[in-house]
């Protein structure tokens, strides 16, 4: 059974720092790109990080370009979000993706949220 279980997420003040992960399964993980996305309330998803499947490529929105950082660790099918100066700008829930040859296989976490708010 595929599963991408996201942990970390909480509340944390602005300025604050949360490193969220995904635990994956069910899937050969090294041979996938793995991203976060984030969806705040009355808003549509979006790409934050993308990772390529070596961990050799990584690409960012501008919003979080210098604040997070995206990682995996192969022998342990696990991707991590470090998330650094948190704003409330950044309060949404994210997701972990999942995916192979441009999307022919794609899968989702359910999502953990983040709150960033004083």
């Known amino acids: 059974q595929v599963q991408l279980v996201e942990s970390g997420g909480g509340l944390v003040q602005p300025g604050g720092s949360l490193r969220l992960s995904c635990a994956a399964s069910?899937?050969?993980?090294?041979?996938?790109?793995m991203s976060w996305y984030r969806q705040a309330p009355g808003n549509e998803r979006e790409l934050v990080a993308f990772i390529s499947s070596t961990g050799g490529s990584t690409n960012y929105a501008d919003s979080v370009k210098g604040r997070f950082t995206i990682s995996r660790d192969n022998a342990e099918n696990t991707v991590y979000l470090q998330m650094n100066v948190l704003k409330p700008e950044d309060t949404a829930v994210y997701y972990c993706?999942?995916?192979?040859?441009?999307?022919?296989?794609?899968?989702w976490g359910k999502g953990t949220l983040v709150t960033v708010s004083s």
């Open positions: 993706n999942a995916r192979y040859e441009y999307f022919r296989i794609n899968y």
């Open positions: 069910g899937f050969t993980f090294r041979n996938y790109g």
